[in-house]
């Protein structure tokens, strides 16, 4: 079993203007009652969140879907807002690529277990950067200084951020609606990034 869930990352926005960002899209979800303005007790991870509104499904891939998610304890957004390394849950990363050269980095060898050497510099990236770490890792096939947030990790099974939309077990997200949170977040640039617990 587990709780499924998906986040939109804004991977732009700043610890500046992260406040101001959240705000902006969650009125704007509130307003076209995609959510509730009330907040419940309705996520994993937050005391509160917003439960579904009765547009919800103009969210979704199959408005229609309705295979007994509203009717579940954890089905609310949680939006948070601070210095993060958002992850995917279960499973292991396979690997890392560069945006300059797009060069991937394999973390994993065939038989599923770590590759240590490979791994090293992003262990400490990933532990350290929610508490103000910005080490830059120099690509081994380039050699070009990449930030810690500019990282594409295989199936976006990390994403470090300020901000982050979390829809807990609803069904999949439609692609409009991820762009269109993405314009209301200034066209800054997001990552869907989707996993279980």
Not at 11 to 30: K, S, T
Not at 52 to 71: H, V
Not at 175 to 191: K, M, N, P, S
Request: aromatic share 10%; net charge negative.
């Amino acid at each position: 079993m587990g709780d499924w869930f998906q986040t939109i990352v804004d991977v732009e926005a700043g610890a500046e203007d992260a406040d101001r960002l959240a705000a902006r899209v969650r009125d704007w979800l509130i307003s076209v009652e995609v959510v509730l303005a009330e907040r419940t007790d309705c996520v994993l991870g937050a005391e509160v969140g917003h439960p579904p509104g009765p547009a919800a499904g103009q969210a979704l891939e199959d408005p229609s879907s309705d295979d007994g998610w509203q009717g579940l304890w954890s089905n609310g957004l949680d939006i948070t807002v601070g210095r993060r390394v958002f992850d995917a849950g279960q499973g292991e990363v396979e690997a890392v690529t560069c945006p300059h050269c797009m060069g991937a980095i394999r973390l994993i060898d065939d038989g599923w277990e770590l590759i240590d050497e490979a791994w090293a510099p992003f262990r400490e990236v990933l532990t350290d950067w929610p508490e103000g770490y910005d080490g830059v890792i120099a690509c081994p096939s380039c050699d070009q200084p990449v930030e810690p947030t500019a990282w594409r990790w295989a199936d976006d099974y990390f994403v470090l951020g300020h901000l982050g939309f979390t829809f807990w077990n609803w069904p999949p997200l439609k692609q409009d609606f991820v762009a269109e949170v993405g314009w209301r977040l200034g066209g800054h640039r997001t990552v869907l990034l989707a996993g279980k617990l």
